[in-house]
């Protein structure tokens, strides 16, 4: 065998065993892990909370709709903060402000004075929270791990989501508002804490938004030297990479910083709107997501009076459902490795509907299960290319903004959409999932031709 042939055996050897990410994003990854587990039981807790004080499906599904609230409201100046200043701060202030809100909620509980109304403040401020964290978590992960990384990043921290919050944060959640009522939000409150210290370790390449590509290495056997990323580790020849900024100095002259500061609202509105690809993906996620957010609306209430479900084994159905989310993260980038992106996302979202026409049509709790956790698995594998192709398309120092505003326009109409879910529900608990899932079906029949391009856009766009 000649050398040349052994390191291309040793490039495809490398790359099946997988792209190594780095011990920074293990660092990123843990920090998004034990966020999860609060999230987690708090997005249990807070629910059950709320059937002791009313089993007005209405009331209930508006939980989940102020927690999508801030979305709408603080999605874009969450991106614009995340892109002006030090992300790895901006991770702890976030978290230690959703812990902050976990103990209110606790002592409320405690002491017996908790209502409705509290609930629903409470749940603002995770949200809150949640805009910054997880604008700053996503605008990260490019400074962390090499462009063909991104698919296997995203799932990993999908996986990591999953998991935590359906095997080990769900279960436990309903396990401890069996014991007590303010348990859970004790709990919770504790899982903030660690995140706020790995958010501050991360390495300073973290702090700020990226610059644009500098190098791009030429065609194979060139003689250019190939660039090293924030991991280390060298890419192979053809490879375009996305270098830090200089360590050297928190905000050199003319640094992506700099940039990112100069860049208005405005300017990140305008990207998105010429860029016409990007564009009507964030339409047809408005539209499926909605349908997603109206079905789950009811979904606590279904289980409960529906299914007859008890309270206390409300864990276990959220663990089933798990089940299928986590092996959609876990099976999406092989998915993506051998069908390309476009054809994953037609898939996932025509399975995404049949789940939904079968939770509608269950006829008891585990048929019920079986079938929200295939829509779950085929959310999952959507959410990792989706997440993924945003990555790769729009420039490091935009990134936070128009992530802000891609979420500010899809995930800013989920309360209006899980308010009527729940409007519905009140006529009958299982219509807003049959609902949800020909709307669904709908929506990417139609718009096939549009998912099944996603595997021409891989390179950010001018």
């Known amino acids: ?5 052994g390191v291309v055996d040793g490039r495809r050897s490398r790359r099946r065993r997988g792209i190594p990410l780095g011990r920074d994003f293990g660092k990123l990854w843990t920090a998004a892990a034990f966020s999860n587990l609060a999230d987690g039981v708090g997005r249990v807790a807070v629910p059950l909370i709320a059937t002791t004080l009313t089993r007005d499906p209405l009331a209930i599904s508006a939980i989940s709709a102020l927690a999508f609230l801030p979305w709408l409201v603080f999605g874009l100046p969450a991106g614009m903060v995340v892109d002006r200043f030090d992300r790895r701060r901006i991770m702890a202030i976030a978290n230690t402000l959703r812990g902050a809100a976990a103990v209110g909620l606790a002592v409320l509980t405690a002491t017996g004075t908790i209502t409705i109304w509290w609930l629903f403040a409470g749940v603002l401020v995770f949200g809150l929270g949640e805009t910054l964290f997880d604008n700053a978590t996503n605008a990260i992960v490019p400074a962390l791990v090499p462009r063909r990384g991104l698919d296997r990043a995203n799932g990993f921290l ?110 990140a509105f305008s990207y998105l709107w010429r860029h016409r690809f990007l564009r009507a993906m964030v339409l047809f996620t408005c539209i499926v997501g909605s349908a997603f957010a109206f079905a789950q609306a009811p979904i606590f209430l279904y289980f409960l009076d529906e299914q007859s479900v008890d309270p206390a084994a409300i864990g276990l159905v959220t663990a089933g459902i798990g089940l299928g989310a986590l092996g959609g993260s876990l099976i999406a980038p092989a998915l993506v490795q051998r069908f390309t992106r476009g054809p994953v996302l037609l898939g996932a979202n025509l399975v ?52 802000g505003i891609i979420r500010s326009l899809t995930w800013g109409i989920f309360p209006f959409s899980t308010l009527l879910g729940g409007w519905v529900a009140r006529f009958d608990l299982r219509l807003p999932f049959v609902v949800a899932a020909a709307v669904t079906l709908v929506a990417t029949v139609v718009s096939a031709r549009l998912l099944l391009a996603a595997s021409r856009h891989n390179d950010p766009a001018p």
Do not use: H, K
């Open 158 to 267: 999908q996986a990591a989501q999953i998991t935590i919050d359906n095997f080990v944060s769900a279960p436990i959640g309903g396990v401890l508002f069996a014991v007590s009522l303010a348990l859970p939000l004790w709990v919770g409150a504790t899982g903030y804490l660690v995140p706020i210290v790995l958010a501050l370790l991360l390495p300073i390449s973290a702090a700020r938004p990226l610059q644009e590509p500098r190098t791009e290495s030429t065609a194979e056997g060139s003689t250019a030297t190939a660039p090293v990323i924030a991991t280390g580790e060298p890419l192979a020849a053809g490879e375009r990479v996305v270098a830090p900024d200089d360590a050297a100095d928190p905000a050199p002259r003319g640094s992506a910083a700099e940039r990112a500061a100069s860049v208005s609202a405005g300017e």
């Open 352 to 403: 995404a509907a049949l789940g939904l026409f079968g939770v509608w049509a269950a006829p008891e709790p585990i048929t019920a299960t079986l079938a929200y956790a295939t829509m779950a698995c085929a959310v999952s594998i959507w959410n990792v290319p989706w997440g993924a192709l945003r990555q790769a398309i729009v420039p490091g120092r935009l990134f936070g903004r128009v992530l």
């Open 1 to 5: 065998m000649s050398a040349a042939a």
